[in-house]
């Protein structure tokens, strides 16, 4: 079983709509979650933190479920512009970072 | 603030031929540093990470190696390259944002194609 696991999409929504994807982890002692946002061919960067009661930016919701070993990343009210591949990061122990393959979303007018 | 610089943005190399990639930090000090590598359309592998001067730890065994000669100051290199070396390769560095949180910062990357 890999570490981090994403679907990799792509998700196809329209504009406006709700979407939602899930990571699940494989290392129950991890502490630290986050999703991060890749452009097509650039850098990731950081889209925020995940907490463990659930944090909220915006049109952006992240959730924790440690019972089941995944966290989620709810967009509203999509805009064209979060059209990118969504990465979900985990850390294992401290300086371990595992990055999950990414989930494209596609957003259409 | 702090930056990351990486370069060259984009190179073409034929096989066989040696690679250095650079990459410094500006605006910190002593910071942990990565080199990931991308394939197209997969995810992020690390490759090496450092946290300190001559002190590197490499994730997979390949044909790159990896020196940090300066704190801020991060190298990949390889001898003589294959074609499975293309890729995009991404520079960080982390700022520990709590027990066990470790939040990476990427430089803009270097596309490299091995022809």
């Known amino acids: 079983r890999k570490e981090v696991e994403q679907d990799p999409g792509p998700f196809n929504v329209p504009e406006g709509a709700t979407v939602a994807f899930n990571c699940t982890y494989s290392n129950s002692a991890s502490q630290s979650f986050f999703w991060y946002r890749q452009d097509c061919r650039k850098e990731p960067k950081l889209l925020m933190s995940v907490y463990s009661s659930g944090n909220e930016d915006g049109r952006f919701t992240a959730q924790l479920n440690r019972a089941s070993q995944y966290i989620s990343l709810l967009i509203r009210d999509s805009k064209l512009s979060d059209s990118a591949t969504y990465l979900c990061v985990v850390n294992p122990s401290a300086s371990k970072i595992i990055f999950g393959s990414g989930t494209r979303l596609s957003i259409r007018p | 603030s702090q930056t990351i610089h990486q370069w060259p943005a984009t190179l073409v190399q034929p096989v066989g031929s040696p690679l250095s990639l650079e990459c410094t930090v500006e605006g910190t000090s002593n910071p942990n540093l990565y080199w990931y590598r991308q394939a197209a359309g997969r995810g992020l592998q690390l490759l090496f990470y450092s946290v300190g001067i001559g002190q590197i730890s490499s994730e997979v065994p390949q044909n790159l190696s990896a020196s940090r000669p300066q704190d801020r100051q991060f190298i990949l290199s390889s001898k003589k390259l294959l074609l499975s070396d293309s890729g995009f390769y991404l520079c960080?560095?982390?700022?520990?944002?709590?027990?066990?949180?470790?939040?990476?910062?990427f430089g803009a990357g270097s596309r490299l194609t091995v022809l």
């Open positions: 960080a560095w982390d700022v520990v944002a709590g027990p066990g949180a470790n939040v990476l910062t």
